[in-house]
């Protein structure tokens, strides 16, 4: 497996992987014989000379980079174990190259731990590799498993006060690496906040230092082209989304973190259900699911399972849904004998499926007490995107059991929210129920003008814009793609036409007879307008555009 896979493994099980990433990237990146004061410090890299242990402490080396390998490939059991056999033989060293070791054998669990999602373990592992004896690339690593936990458990406050790692004119690639995620991870608490812009540009940052030094393998910008796509979605760009993840479905399937699995599969279901493709969606989940169970992640599990139970209610098929809740619910109780967070995260899904089943076959049996109790836990751990469709769940809820008023109170601060903070795509997908509501607001049915007056033009936006897509979602999803691709000019969708033919820029150039800096400069100019990042997301979206086809007055 690539290293650079590591990166975004490590990046984003919690955000942490990130940093595992970095450290694995460094050891396999490594030459031959790594200068010990590369992995261990100065210090220890003297002492190891001087104790004349050099040949020992070689074998280790290879033996923890062994170890680095079998994260890489999510081999976790593998690796905790080579290291702990590691661990055992490090009393042949002197004291200082022994602790170095030890600290780097620490980031080394911190990391697995992220791996296996588990945040509990992950943080302490990662503490005990910051010590004075670690060398740099250790400490990076260790750091950003730490932030990566702090995000993950919703502790913004330590998240925040961690040393963040800086890049220099020529960073070393563990550095640009422990940067992309860090940037990342920073993404990732702006899309929670609901700073859907902030989100963008700084995925869009860490997608460009992916670029730039972290080679342009696509497993290393996973996990910020999973958070570009959900703030890219949310703003109802939704084609655009899709492309960005399909690009990168083949690497998030075999070798990124569950983070990443989970927000792609997720995203991906959505956008196919939204368009009424309720099989394909049904086929993403399964495959979540799967994988889910292959790298034991519970937590993709039970987002798939949530996910599979909303769209089996909501389309009526009421047994399916059923059977999906018993299978979660028996989930959710395995969960409790793991990390804080993914039991919370497991409860959270569990909650709204039960909802959202009681809507669909009970509605008086709706549990609105744990409903709310979840929604003020989310909003406390800081996932203030994750309790819109929370709070939108809990307005269905109020309306069917008869509490409209309180029903109106809460959709009415979700609208006042809304237009400010760029909430679109998750008013599109809400119930009948709420669409309802709203419209009686629109229609000033339910409250005096001046408490609604500022509302009235964007929840009518709202309501023309999901009436439009439901009496035709194929031909509102072909007028926008075709919004999308009306920016290119001719020469540009000839390019990307022969791009999508295989053709590299030096053919393309040779057919046009034009010079290869030209066919760069081109196709630089149709990623902007496509708001795509390399040439596999300019050919997957302009293949969905129907784009692939050179205009006549062009064709060679």
Not at 12 to 17: F, M, P, Q, V
Not at 332 to 342: F, I, K, L, Q, W
Not at 368 to 396: D, M
Request: proline letters at 3%.
């Amino acid at each position: 497996m690539n290293d650079i896979v590591a990166y975004e493994s490590l990046s984003k099980s919690g955000g942490t992987s990130e940093v595992g990433a970095r450290r694995a990237l460094a050891l396999a990146h490594a030459p031959a014989a790594v200068p010990a004061s590369v992995l261990l410090g100065s210090r220890a890299a003297g002492d190891l000379r001087n104790a004349h242990v050099g040949a020992s402490f070689a074998k280790l080396r290879l033996d923890l980079e062994r170890a680095w390998r079998s994260v890489m490939r999510l081999d976790c059991r593998e690796a905790l174990a080579i290291a702990e056999l590691i661990e055992q033989r490090a009393h042949t060293l002197s004291a200082n190259v022994a602790q170095a070791l030890r600290c780097e054998i620490a980031a080394l669990r911190a990391v697995a731990c992220v791996f296996q999602d588990d945040e509990a373990a992950a943080l302490p592992a990662a503490l005990s590799a910051c010590g004075p004896d670690a060398g740099l690339p250790t400490a990076h690593v260790a750091l950003t498993v730490c932030r990566s936990v702090y995000w993950r458990l919703g502790d913004l406050k330590r998240f925040h006060a961690v040393e963040r790692i800086t890049l220099d004119d020529h960073p070393r690639r563990i550095r640009a690496a422990s940067v992309l995620f860090d940037l990342a991870l920073d993404a990732a608490v702006a899309l929670d906040q609901m700073h859907f812009r902030a989100a963008r540009l700084l995925a869009d940052q860490a997608l460009e230092n992916g670029r730039r030094f972290a080679g342009k393998h696509a497993q290393a910008d996973a996990l910020p082209a999973c958070i570009m796509a959900q703030a890219l979605h949310e703003q109802g760009q939704v084609d655009e989304a899709e492309a960005l993840l399909v690009a990168r479905m083949d690497n998030i399937r075999e070798c990124c973190t569950v983070e990443s699995a989970l927000r792609a599969h997720g995203l991906l279901a959505r956008i196919a259900a939204s368009r009424g493709q309720f099989g394909r969606a049904r086929v993403i989940l399964n495959e979540a699911e799967a994988l889910g169970e292959r790298r034991g992640w519970l937590r993709l599990r039970a987002a798939s399972l949530a996910q599979q139970v909303e769209i089996e209610a909501g389309s009526g098929r009421n047994e399916q849904a059923g059977s999906g809740l018993r299978r979660l619910a028996e989930l959710a109780n395995d969960a409790r004998a793991t990390s804080a967070n993914v039991s919370f995260e497991i409860a959270r899904f569990h909650t709204v499926a039960r909802a959202r089943v009681a809507l669909a076959c009970t509605p008086c049996t709706v549990d609105i007490v744990s409903l709310q109790q979840i929604h003020r836990a989310t909003l406390r751990r800081g996932g203030f995107y994750a309790a819109v469709p929370i709070a939108l769940l809990l307005v269905e809820a109020l309306l069917v059991t008869e509490q409209r008023a309180a029903a109106l109170e809460l959709l009415v601060g979700l609208l006042r929210l809304a237009p400010g903070v760029g909430l679109y795509q998750t008013f599109m997908d809400c119930s009948a129920r709420v669409a309802d509501l709203i419209e009686e607001i629109v229609q000033q049915r339910l409250a005096p003008l001046s408490e609604v007056r500022e509302l009235l033009p964007y929840a009518g936006m709202l309501l023309m814009h999901r009436r439009r897509g439901t009496r035709d979602t194929t031909g509102s999803a072909a007028a926008r793609r075709q919004h999308a691709g009306a920016g290119l000019s001719e020469r540009e969708r000839l390019i990307v036409a022969m791009m999508g033919r295989g053709l590299s820029n030096k053919q393309i150039a040779a057919e046009l007879r034009i010079a290869p800096e030209t066919v760069k400069s081109h196709a630089k100019h149709l990623y902007t307008k496509l708001s795509v990042r390399n040439r596999t997301e300019a050919v997957t979206l302009a293949t969905r555009l129907g784009l692939l086809q050179p205009p006549r007055s062009l064709a060679v």
